[in-house]
C-alpha cells in the first residue's frame, strides 16, 4: 500500500491524471473494503488535483447517500433525478456542467461550487454510485476530465 502519492510537477492536467492513475489503483490494489478504498481515492484526486470538493454518493434505499468525501461539508442525501447527481443516476451517463447556475435544479450544497463533473459506477448494470468533483471555478471540466476520471471509475468498479 501506497503512503504517499508522487505528484507530476507539470501544470498539464493531463500529466497529472497519467501520474495519479496508476497510483490510485495501487492504493486500491488487494484491498477489499470500499469505504477505505473511496476514502482513499477521494483523497488521492483532491491532493493531486486541487480539486474544491470530490467525493462519492452511494445508491441506498432509493436515494444517494453521502459517502467519503474530502473538502467541505456537503449535501446528505439527494433523491433520484435531482440536481447534477441525481441526473447522473438516472440517465446513466457522465455529466459535466461548466457553470452549476445555469444547470437546471442544482442543488448547491455550497456557493463556493461553480462547475462540476459526475460520473456514475455501475454494478450488475445499475448505477451503485457516483463520483462528484467540484470546481470553485467556472468551466474548469473538459473531455480530459471525463477520459481519465472514467479510468477511475473503472478501478472501482472492480472493487465495488
Same mark, same amino acid.
Given at each position: 500500500m501506497a503512503e504517499n502519492l508522487i505528484i507530476a510537477p507539470s501544470t498539464d492536467k493531463a500529466d497529472r491524471y497519467k501520474t495519479l492513475v496508476p497510483q490510485i489503483e495501487a492504493l486500491v490494489s488487494g484491498e477489499p473494503d470500499l469505504v477505505a478504498n473511496l476514502s482513499n481515492i477521494a483523497a488521492a484526486l483532491r491532493q493531486t488535483m486541487n480539486y474544491f470538493w470530490v467525493g462519492f454518493y452511494i445508491v441506498k434505499n432509493k436515494e444517494l447517500v453521502l459517502g467519503p468525501f474530502q473538502g467541505p461539508?456537503?449535501?446528505?442525501? @439527494?433523491s433520484f433525478g435531482? =440536481? &447534477?447527481?441525481?441526473?447522473?443516476?438516472?440517465?446513466?451517463? &457522465?455529466?459535466? &456542467?461548466?457553470? &452549476?447556475d445555469e444547470f437546471p435544479g442544482h442543488i448547491a450544497c455550497s456557493s463556493d461550487a461553480k462547475s462540476e463533473i459526475v460520473l456514475p459506477a455501475f454494478k450488475n448494470d445499475e448505477v451503485a454510485l457516483v463520483l462528484d468533483v467540484d470546481s470553485d471555478r467556472l468551466n474548469d471540466f473538459d473531455e480530459t476530465?471525463?477520459?481519465?476520471?472514467?479510468?477511475?471509475? =473503472? @478501478?472501482?468498479?472492480?472493487v465495488i
Open positions: 461539508i456537503a449535501c446528505t442525501r @439527494i435531482k =440536481g &447534477v447527481c441525481g441526473a447522473c443516476w438516472k440517465e446513466k451517463k &457522465v455529466i459535466i &456542467v461548466q457553470n &452549476v476530465d471525463k477520459l481519465y476520471l472514467s479510468q477511475v471509475i =473503472g @478501478i472501482i468498479e472492480n
